[in-house]
Nanobody
Framework: QVHLMESGGGLVQPGGSLKLSCVAS????????MGWFRQAPGKEREFVAA????????YYSDSAKGRFTISRDNAKNMVYLQMDNLKPEDTADYYC???????????????????WGQGTLVTVSS
């Protein structure tokens, strides 16, 4: 079973950048698709970005497209979310998740992903 832990959240001004990290331990990280989700106060959790097992294919929500970049380093069991041009509406708890399969579609289409991290808080405010 893969265990996930996020880091890198914090307070940033509008227009600023943050890079979130998610480290995986146990299981077979390198063969699984990974994704980032977020949940703002009072709102449902929403998809942000997903990446396939090799890192060569990714997919973004409309709100993330052009501002966020998902990447992974299988040698380090890490997945990242680089967030640029942050907006107040990006304020949320950010979670990484692992799919059962290797394609980013396994993240996007799954109703229940098997493994989640504990989350890291991102606050965008002046």
């Amino acid at each position: 079973q893969v265990h996930l832990m996020e880091s890198g959240g914090g307070l940033v001004q509008p227009g600023g950048s943050l890079k979130l990290s998610c480290v995986a331990s146990g299981g077979t990280f390198s063969s699984k698709a990974m994704g980032w989700f977020r949940q703002a106060p009072g709102k449902e959790r929403e998809f942000v970005a997903a990446i396939n097992w090799s890192g060569h294919s990714s997919y973004y929500s409309d709100s993330a497209k052009g501002r966020f970049t998902i990447s992974r380093d299988n040698a380090k069991n890490m997945v990242y979310l680089q967030m640029d041009n942050l907006k107040p509406e990006d304020t949320a708890d950010y979670y990484c998740a692992s799919a059962s399969g290797s394609s980013w579609t396994d993240i996007v289409q799954a109703e229940n992903l098997p493994v989640w991290g504990q989350g890291t808080l991102v606050t965008v405010s002046s």
